[in-house]
């Protein structure tokens, strides 16, 4: 797959893209703790729980959850309840938005149909008001509300339906392989992957041929995507 010849839509991820995956990892952290503190436990080890999230990272794959739930509550059958209870807690406080993703939705919007396309909770809606992100947002591709969670393709599909684009007219901006890169790419739409976040600090050649584009920000992404635009106001 490469980049669309003639692009009618953008999706993108929130947490890497957008805004700051330490957010997610704070709530996890809080949910560790309060199931800990349950079990009669102290709160989890900080440098410890990095260090599995982080090899979770360079693998691009496997569920952080259980992997958590089995090394810190001792039962990987508790990662539906960790799930449960990070969900309480994850939001996105103001500050957290990246500087760079206002100036490239300015750019796409108009140009081509923009989404939010990312395992979020409902109330990421009020956090990208919050943040002057919601005016450049056309399609709303939130798993809370629409019921569809990556890497599923169903989540990708209700988004490109609502953008009035076929999956070789779009891409898919996200910073994993596996929730992003490896199921946008499988249904034919182009990807870019943003290596910050939940992506591995040194990615592998090996990781680095799987999306068609990987940039370090969202700077001069625009100037990337743009040229191929064939939406109403491609020509503006």
Do not use: I
Request: aromatic share 6%.
């Amino acid at each position: 797959m490469t980049l669309p010849r003639e692009l009618r839509a953008v999706f993108l991820d929130v947490g890497g893209p957008l805004y700051d995956d330490e957010n997610f990892l704070a709530a996890v952290l809080q949910a560790l703790d309060e199931l800990r503190a349950e079990q009669g436990r102290g709160p989890a080890d900080r440098t410890a729980v990095r260090r599995v999230y982080d090899a979770v990272r360079a693998r691009q794959g496997g569920s952080l959850r259980t992997a958590l739930a089995t090394e810190f509550l001792g039962d990987p059958g508790l990662r539906g309840e960790l799930h449960e209870r990070t969900r309480r807690h994850w939001v996105h406080p103001p500050g957290t938005l990246y500087p760079d993703a206002l100036p490239l939705l300015r750019a796409l919007h108009g140009r081509v149909a923009v989404g939010v396309l990312a395992n979020q909770e409902a109330a990421v809606v009020d956090a990208l008001t919050r943040d002057g992100v919601a005016p450049f947002v056309d399609v709303w591709g939130v798993s809370a509300l629409v019921g569809h969670e990556k890497p599923s393709p169903e989540l990708f599909t209700w988004c490109l339906q609502r953008a009035g684009a076929e999956p070789e007219q779009a891409v898919h901006v996200g910073n994993r392989l596996d929730t992003d890169v490896r199921p946008a790419a499988a249904l034919g739409l182009g990807t870019v992957w943003v290596l910050r976040g939940e992506a591995p600090d040194e990615p592998t050649s090996e990781q680095l041929a799987e999306p068609d584009l990987a940039v370090r920000d969202l700077t001069g992404l625009a100037d990337a995507l743009l040229p191929l635009a064939t939406g109403p106001g491609a020509r503006r």
